[in-house]
């Protein structure tokens, strides 16, 4: 009897040891927000860190990187491995993400811009990464919800009821850091759809940079203007004052007295 438990002993604390136990990221402490789903993607293989040994989560991340992440996320090593097409000429086979781009390209998850490079070294939007997920995990994405203007936003309405963007993230051109990264990649790999999320009117509204008012450059030229063209003796004198400046004299002869005042008796 005591043999037998001694042997179950020993079997157990080998099991034990044979465990790989995954160590966390120094720069990521307990109480960070997106630890759960770093935690995740390490223990995943997705990403591993830098090496010395930090996770760096408020890093911005590269086009080439982004697309490293998700193809390690959707797809098996032999299949990048082997993937031996580099259609960019800005990628080529030395690359260190030439394979992972190679096979996104492949899967239609990537496609690339007009002029046809890549820009493996660009950092990545939100918008951008919208669509590299919603292609990647074969999301029902709504094209006619796009526009000139609103590209991506059958894209990101695709992360929104999937309940995959985090608060943090606030505008669809907002570049990407590698927490955030994590936290979309954890949600949407395991479902979950219960957390808070940010929807494409918050984002968008936040993008979209007013149009100022255009602003008029005043006439220095003869006749153009009088006293009467003026509501104020203070817009009479301010553009007496930039008129004087360009040309050298009262060109709209509203100093009538020479004082220096522009249209006094009028007002």
Do not use: W
């Not at 943090?168 to 994590?182: W, Y």
């Not at 494409?200 to 153009?224: A, G, H, M, R």
């Amino acid at each position: 009897m005591k043999i037998s438990k001694v042997i179950i002993l020993q079997a157990v604390l080998v099991l034990l040891i044979a465990i790989p136990v995954l160590a966390g990221f120094p720069d990521v402490p307990e109480n960070h927000e997106y630890k759960t789903a770093i935690e995740f993607v390490q223990g995943e293989g997705i990403v591993n860190g830098y090496g010395d040994g930090t996770y760096r989560p408020a890093n911005t991340i590269t086009r080439a990187e982004f697309t490293k992440i998700i193809v390690n996320s959707r797809y098996p090593k032999e299949e990048i491995d082997t993937c031996g097409d580099f259609p960019f000429p800005d990628v080529d086979e030395a690359n260190a993400f030439a394979n992972f781009i190679c096979l996104a390209y492949e899967k239609g998850v990537v496609s690339g811009y007009t002029d046809g490079t890549y820009r493996p070294n660009e950092t990545i939007s939100f918008g951008a990464i919208s669509k590299i997920i919603a292609n990647a995990f074969s999301m029902d994405s709504d094209l006619g919800l796009q526009t000139e203007d609103h590209k991506f936003k059958p894209f990101v309405v695709s992360l929104q009821e999937k309940a995959a963007i985090p608060l943090t993230i606030e505008t669809i051109d907002s570049l990407i850091n590698r927490g955030e990264m994590a936290e979309i990649v954890y949600r949407i790999m395991n479902n979950i759809t219960d957390k808070e999320t940010k929807i494409y009117e918050n984002l968008i509204s936040q993008s979209v940079t007013p149009t100022p008012e255009p602003t008029t450059v005043p006439e220095c030229s003869t006749d153009t203007y009088n006293c009467s063209s003026f509501t104020s003796q203070i817009a009479a004198q301010e553009l007496f004052e930039f008129c004087f400046i360009q040309t050298g004299i009262d060109i709209h002869r509203l100093d009538g007295d020479n004082n220096g005042i522009a249209c006094e008796s009028q007002f």
